[in-house]
């Protein structure tokens, strides 16, 4: 290996964020138009976890990115130009999509924008509140998503789904699944440290509570007939 001294110019190859679809997993880069910051969960295990929303956009839309783990960490501002690797696409809240930088993702903050990005200039959005709600969204700074469960309790909740009759087709499969509650509402979603699940449900969860769920398994989402809440959200 000889270096040379010459520069190198990098052109990552990215998915349009206007393009994107549900289940996909992709490279995206684009503006940060808005950065949320980082907050810190606990996970079933016992394990402390942490995540980090940021908002990107490029010159086809724009998409609410969840930074896991390490990614939380990541010295990303707004105005920045970024790129996102491996990325999944996910359900979000109210049914848009959202993109999650797990352990197998990387990003990437770029020294200088593509001509013409779009994001990269602080005018292009106006100023935005921190979001309460979405993949990376959790209880602890008094918004209205809080936990009203005690972690020294531990009650149940039948949960009716939500979903239509079709989501409890014979093709669904039992399952079982324990996590924390990371986005709140319809849907819920859950996090085990190692994975997410969607879940229809008509109980009152909090951001942050520990449940176990058990229903039927339909497309990558659960539609569930029990919910058993072991803790509340960590204040």
Known sequence: VEPIDEDIEYVPETT?????????????????IEADGKRTFDRDDGSEGQVRNIRVKDGTGDIRVALWGEKADADVDLADYVVITDA?????WQEDLEASAGWRSSVAVMDEAPEGAAGTDAGDSGPTPPS???????SGDGSSGGSSGSSDDTSAANGGSSS?????????EAVEFTGTVVQAGTPVILDDGTQTKTVDTDADL????????????T???ISAESVEVHTGAQQ
């Open 206 to 217: 909090g951001l942050g509570d520990e449940v176990t769920v058990s229903g039927t398994e």
């Open 88 to 92: 999944e696409i996910k359900e979000g």
């Open 132 to 138: 309460d709600q979405g993949l990376g969204a959790f």
């Open 16 to 32: 349009d964020i206007g393009s994107l679809e549900l289940g996909q997993t992709v490279d995206i880069a684009g503006g940060v």
């Open 164 to 172: 239509d009759a079709s989501a409890a087709e014979s093709t669904g």
């Open 219 to 221: 497309d990558g989402r």
